[in-house]
Structure formats: C-alpha cells, structure tokens
C-alpha cells in the first residue's frame, strides 16, 4: 500500500497568504528527490557557511560549495566500492556534518538509509541493520563498529565505513575504510548520476517509542520533498540566517526541519543539552527545531533566577507576569485567537481589545524590566521556534507569548514525513497544533465507527497527503492496520478541530488511563498542569484499572532545597552522614508529602475543565529523573511510558495496595 501523490498536489489546499509567502522561497517544484537540491544551492550560495560544529575537535565549518562537493565525494566512493542503485545501508550515528554528508551521499548513489543512532542498544541496531537487509555500513566510529562486529557475521554486510578518521581495524573479515579514505576515493573517480523517481524509497526510520519490535517506515523521495515545498508555508527562512540545532538529526522531525532550512541556504550550527544555552546567547539563533522539553528547562531556568531576586523584585515580576497574562488573553480575544472563546462575538472582541488597551502599559513596562532580559537568554534575534514532538504545556506557551518568542508548535509523526499541522505566524493559535499544510487533510473520526465526526467533537485524527510514508518496511498487516484503502492514516491520537481546521490534541488513544468507574483519563494535560508547580520536574500519571489516579513524580532539587532551607529543614537524599544540627528529613516525610499533595491539588483544580476524577490519589517521589540515557525517554524527551511502567511496576502496585 503506497502513497503516490503528485509532486504538485501539495498546492491542493494552499492559501492565498500562504501561496504569497512560498513566492518569496527558493522553488522546488520541479525537483524529484532531496540530493538534486545541494548543487542548486552550492551554485547560487557555494560561500555561504552551511553546516558549523563549533564543539567538534577541531572545530568543523562547512560552505554549500564544499557540502555539495563531499556528497557527490561520498556518494562517487560508495559506487567505487560496489554499492549498487537501491541497495541498503544502516547509518548508525549521530549529529555531525558528516552525518549529513553520509546521509545525502547514500542518497545520492541511489541506495537507501536505514538511520538510527549510535547511543541505541546493540541488539536494537543489529535489528535494524538485519531487516532492512543492508548490505553496508556506516557507524560513528571504531567503539560503534566494535559494538555490532560479532552480530554482523551472519549478516550480509560486505563493507562498513567509519565516520571518524580511526585507522580502519586489519584483523576486521570485512572491508572497512574511514570518512577520508572514502572521499578521496571519490576523488580519484566520476560519479555515475542516478535519476531518482520520486516515488522510490528514500530512507528507512525505525520506530522506537512503543512496544514490539521497531517497525521500519519508508518515506520515499516524494514524502520529503514534500516537506521542502511545503515547510514554506509556516516560516520564511532568508539565506545566511542562522538556525540551531539540537535534536536527533536522524529523527524524521530534525531531518525533515534540516532539509528544509538548508535548502533555503541558512547555516546550520550544531549544539547539545550541555551547551544550548550557551549557543543560544553566541550565536543568536533565527531558527529552532525543539521539543516541549528544552522550553520547559529554559523555562524553569529563568524561573530560578526570578526566584533567586530580593522578596520585593519578586513580587514586582510576579505582579508583571499575571498582568501580562490578562493582556495576552485579552489579546487573544479581541484577534479571534482563544481557544477558550471560540465563538465570541464582535462586542466581547470588541471589549476584549479595550481590556488589551487598558492593560498594555503594564504589559510594556514588564518587557522594559523583564521580559527583554528574558530574551537575551536566547540570543535576542529568534524569529520563530518550530516546537514538536510532543504537547507544549499551556504555561510554558503562556509564557513564552509574554516574553516575546513566537513559538509554533507543529504535528506530525514518523510515519507522516512528519509534519502535517503547524500553526503560522499570522495565526499562531495557542493550545492548537494548528492548521494542516498544504497538501495535507485532516480528519476526525469515532473511534470504534470510523465515522467522521463533525468540528467540535472529539475522536481519533486521521491524515492524508502526500507525505504519509509508503508503509511499513516488509510488514504488510502493520500497514493495512495504519492505512486503509483510501490512503488515511490512523495517527492513533485524540482530538478535535475548530471551525478553522486549527487541530486540538487531546491524548494518545493509546496513552488513555481508564479508572475503574469506566472514566477515560487523558492524562498529558493534567501532567502539564503540575508541571506549574516550580517542586515538579517531571511527572507521570498512572492507574489503569485503579479507583483514582496515581503519579510517579521527579522533585526539582533545587526548588525543594530551597523550600527545606526556609523551613529550618536539612534534605535527607544521598546525604547520610550530614552533621548539621538542623532536623534532617526524607522525601517520605509528612511536611515534604503534604507540600506536594497540596501542589497537586491546587495545580490540577486550577486547570480547566476540572473533573473530580482528574484528582491525583497516591504518589510517589523518585530521585532518578526520566532521561534518553536510563532508557525512560525517547530521543524527542518524551517519557517511555510502557518503559517506565514496567521499572517501577513494584512501586506502582504498592501505591494502589
């Protein structure tokens, strides 16, 4: 079952705004696959800077002449070493200009990528690099390909290409050779240009956040390009701007977000956790492709700050923040933009802007004293943040708002290229996931009937366009299950649209906790809720089968330090021998129990459309926070929730005895 739109039909459903805002963008509509696109580029901004890794050693900075001429380098290496047209290789590594330069040489030579990172477990990459049935392999490094050498032997892999300048091993039965051996290979030789169809397979993206065996999805040439032409109706890069990145580059949202922004000849500079905030004030980004995650750390760190000022300021910027709160409710109002409005009249519009008036002076003088400060914190020059990847919690969308950074917040999944929704500068609809793209329908259907559902109503959110992928790698029943025979996707989500078409997610049907009273819980939006609370880094309801709701909850040390040092109290965590004559207590104690019982309370019935069964029962405090690295978190920092079930299934069952 394959998806075969034209390369055209992504204009099916533009608009007049939209259509004027594509104009102004380098045009690809006559271009059939995303390695056609890098020549183009390197003939109108060969000096522009392309790709910049200011923490590779040494430092590594890139042109688009360059970039064009190590792809078609690799690509002429790769040929040279007997790779054929539609042959798979595994790239298994991770952010890096050769990432890149690897990437789009595989595709260039006409093979395919099956892309995963080097971090992930041994036996999920040999998985991987069995049934895509590659035959090449490009990893990270020698400490990468050490890792796999034993489970490659009975693999049909003939050639592994390392990443890193490492001495190639001698003892290896197989033929490996480093990233400066290949491209001097394809120095040494011409290229033999492949003609792409842009309905052949292009890559392979293995599916790791749920339960079962990964599934490969096969995004042709056509679901990316689509992106490209696409991804201009949201934002309108200029050459030369400057776009950071942070996430998984082999991830369907970073990887589609790059082949956008690159085309449009911006300078991509590459960062991590451990210094984005840092290169947010160097190189003071236009662009960013995030995940709710990185706002919400950004967040919580100006929140320290705030709370590290003198009693007095503190109340000043608090009395700031809740008046600029009004004013951007206000706002959104009186412009037809609240999603708790949606069917105001012209008089409460009207009343609505008068209150905006009214309040815009305090709203202004909080940007003098605060909010550019805030700003400057993220390099001051920001134009859009593109955020996905999971639901941005309404404070941390609130607040940005106030501060000045627009951030847009898309949809999509893997198995949709992946971006089907985004909201738009000139209406960025907090709350929603926005409007479809161009190309790209929408539809909300029950979930047990399949019929549609009218505006307004909640049901499961079904998609189609031309970047829903091909399938599912030699998985015929996992597609027909995704895909039925009119090319809609079932994205497993729960949701609604307004009479706009701006889609509102609800949850994961998936993710939905069912009480025992039969109540349907989605659980995202009160765990959004109690993120508010400055104690709460991360939480995870649970209590499937149970009476009430039960969470698992991450403490903010630092904010609960704090809190014990105002109380006369000593934290007892890994501290055991402490000499302090201060009384020394425990996450169990009554006074740290009943302050988290009393922010869960207050944070859930605080949010809107409070129900009796959104109350949080039992909880537990947990000192290890949900990462990529303990295996709790997905690449885009979504909790695992299966996984984190299954670590803490003791704890969970305790809590409900």
Not at 131 to 139: D, E, F, M, P
Request: aromatic share 8%; hydrophobic share 40%.
């Amino acid at each position: 079952m394959s998806n075969t739109h034209t390369a055209s039909s992504f204009l099916s459903n533009i608009t007049k705004r939209e259509s004027q805002a594509l104009q102004r963008l380098i045009d690809y509509t006559n271009v059939d696959s995303i390695p056609e696109i890098w020549p183009l580029v390197a003939k109108q901004f060969g000096n522009v800077t392309a790709l910049h890794d200011p923490h590779a050693k040494p430092e590594v900075v890139i042109t688009y002449a360059q970039l064009a001429k190590q792809i078609q380098q690799f690509a002429t290496g790769l040929q040279v070493l007997g790779v054929e047209v539609g042959d798979r290789i595994s790239l298994i590594a991770d952010n890096s200009p050769r990432w890149f330069i690897a990437d789009q040489g595989i595709m260039t030579a006409g093979a395919i990528d099956a892309v995963r990172s080097a971090q992930a477990e041994t036996e999920e990459l040999l998985f991987i690099v069995a049934n895509s049935g590659s035959t090449a392999l490009v990893v990270e490094d020698l400490k990468t390909f050490y890792r796999l050498q034993n489970g490659l032997e009975d693999l049909p892999i003939k050639l592994v290409i390392l990443l890193s300048d490492e001495a190639p091993p001698t003892e290896s039965s197989l033929k490996v050779v480093n990233f400066p051996q290949l491209i001097e290979m394809g120095t040494n030789h011409t290229l033999v240009k492949v003609k792409h169809d842009p309905n052949t397979l292009a890559t392979l993206i293995y599916t790791s956040g749920t339960t079962g065996k990964p599934k490969g999805v096969m995004l042709s040439h056509n679901n990316l390009m689509h992106q490209v032409r696409a991804l201009g109706a949201v934002v309108q890069p200029e050459p030369g701007e400057m776009v950071l990145s942070i996430l998984p580059t082999w991830h369907s949202y970073e990887r589609s977000g790059e082949y956008f922004l690159l085309s449009q000849a911006c300078t991509q500079v590459y960062t991590n956790l451990r210094s984005v905030k840092r290169d947010l004030r160097e190189f003071k980004p236009h662009y960013m492709i995030a995940v709710p995650r990185l706002w919400e750390s950004i967040h919580e760190g100006v929140q320290k700050q705030f709370r590290e000022q003198p009693a007095s300021k503190q109340r000043l910027i608090n009395f700031l923040l809740s008046m600029s709160e009004k004013y951007i409710q206000a706002r959104r109002i009186a412009q037809g933009l609240s999603l708790d409005h949606l069917n105001s009249s012209a008089a409460q519009r009207f009343a609505a802007s008068i209150q905006a008036s009214a309040l815009f002076p305090l709203h202004a003088l909080g940007e003098r004293l605060v909010y550019a400060k805030v700003r400057e914190a993220t390099g001051g020059e920001i134009k859009y943040v593109i955020s996905g990847g999971g639901a941005l919690p309404k404070h941390i969308d609130n607040f940005f708002e106030i501060v000045g950074v627009e951030l847009l917040q898309g949809y999509g999944l893997t198995e949709t290229a992946p971006v089907t929704n985004a909201r738009r500068p000139w209406r960025n609809f907090r709350g929603s996931s926005g409007q479809p793209i161009p190309g790209t329908e929408v539809k909300i259907v029950d979930p047990e009937t399949r019929v549609p559902l009218p505006a307004g109503q909640r049901g499961l959110v079904l998609l189609r366009g031309p970047q829903v992928m091909q399938g599912y790698y030699q998985n015929p029943e996992a597609t027909a299950k995704v895909i039925d025979a009119e090319g809609w996707f079932d994205s497993g989500d729960l949701g609604w649209v307004t009479p706009q078409n701006d889609l509102i997610l609800t949850g994961r049907a998936k993710d939905t906790i069912v009480l025992t009273n039969g109540e349907n819980i989605e659980p995202q939006p009160i765990e959004d809720a109690c993120l508010r609370s400055p104690y709460i880094d991360q939480i995870m309801l649970v209590g499937q089968d149970q009476r009430s709701l039960g969470a698992l909850i991450v403490p903010n040390i630092e904010a609960l330090e704090k809190w014990a040092e105002s109380q006369n109290l000593k934290l007892s965590l890994q501290d055991e021998d402490s000499t302090s004559s201060s009384q020394k207590i425990d996450l169990e104690s009554k006074m740290i129990q009943d302050l988290f019982r009393q922010e869960l309370n207050k944070e859930v019935k605080n949010r809107p459309g409070y129900r009796p069964d959104d109350r949080i029962g039992p909880f537990k405090l947990i000192l290890e926070p949900f990462s990529i690295e303990n295996g709790l978190m997905t690449q885009t920092l979504k909790i695992r929730r299966h996984v984190v079930t299954e670590r803490y299934h003791d704890m969970i069952n305790g809590m409900f005895a």
